[in-house]
């Protein structure tokens, strides 16, 4: 007969399912209280009014999300589409890794920056123009160019202090459900590092 997966896959498929639509809607809720506390606070900045948007309009706040290639990251960036932002989206490679993206906004507000994740002076010009920062960077895998340190701990670190010195206002980092000191993969305890490093 036919193969028959055993019931636990599906268990397993499951739950990874649920575990990243709760990451996505954990990453939206944080950029709209974002949002809200910016448009309450303003602290000076000459924001055009903010009212609320569709995404054939431009309103709400410049924002840049690092990751947003990825497989959370796309519906990060078409949550925050749906509200007029524009939305600024480093990639590394060539634009064919970030073309996906957009149909999230209308023609311009979805606009491709190349960066280097080791390059601080990348990620400054990605960053320097937004309110609110979004880094969802994160990888459950070791390639021969970036560790799981750099890219769960450093990378993340070094966005948050780039965005400190351009005085964004709000920085959100989307870390892991399972990070932990004594858990048992090195993913989820360097997930864990990093969420410590960009309090620093």
């Known amino acids: 007969g036919s193969f028959q997966p055993p019931r636990a896959h599906f268990i397993s498929r499951a739950l990874k399912f649920k575990e990243t639509r709760n990451m996505i ?3 939206a ?3 709209q209280q974002g949002l809200a506390a910016l448009r309450q606070q303003q ?3 000459a924001f055009k009014q903010i009212t609320p948007g569709t995404r054939p309009t431009v309103a709400g706040v410049p924002v840049t999300v690092f990751g947003g ?4 990251g796309r519906y990060v960036v078409n949550a925050i589409g749906k509200t007029g932002s524009q939305i600024i989206a480093p990639y590394r490679g060539d634009e064919m890794s ?3 993206l957009k149909v999230n906004g209308d023609l311009g507000q979805i606009v491709p920056v190349p960066f280097h994740p080791l390059k601080p002076e990348t990620i400054a010009q990605a960053v320097e123009k937004s309110a609110i ?6 990888k459950n895998y070791k390639t021969w160019n970036y560790s799981f340190t750099d890219v769960n701990v450093n990378i993340p670190a070094m966005i948050a202090r ?3 010195e351009a005085g964004v206002h ?7 459900l399972a990070a932990g000191y004594d858990a048992p993969s090195e993913f989820a305890r360097t997930k864990a590092r990093g969420e410590d490093a960009v309090r620093e």
């Open 25 to 27: 809607r954990q990453a």
């Open 29 to 31: 809720s944080r950029f």
């Open 43 to 45: 602290r000076g900045i």
């Open 69 to 72: 290639t990825g497989f959370v």
């Open 98 to 100: 970030v073309r996906h």
């Open 133 to 138: 920062v979004i880094n969802l960077i994160g």
């Open 162 to 164: 780039v965005c400190k």
């Open 170 to 176: 709000r920085f959100i980092h989307v870390s892991a």
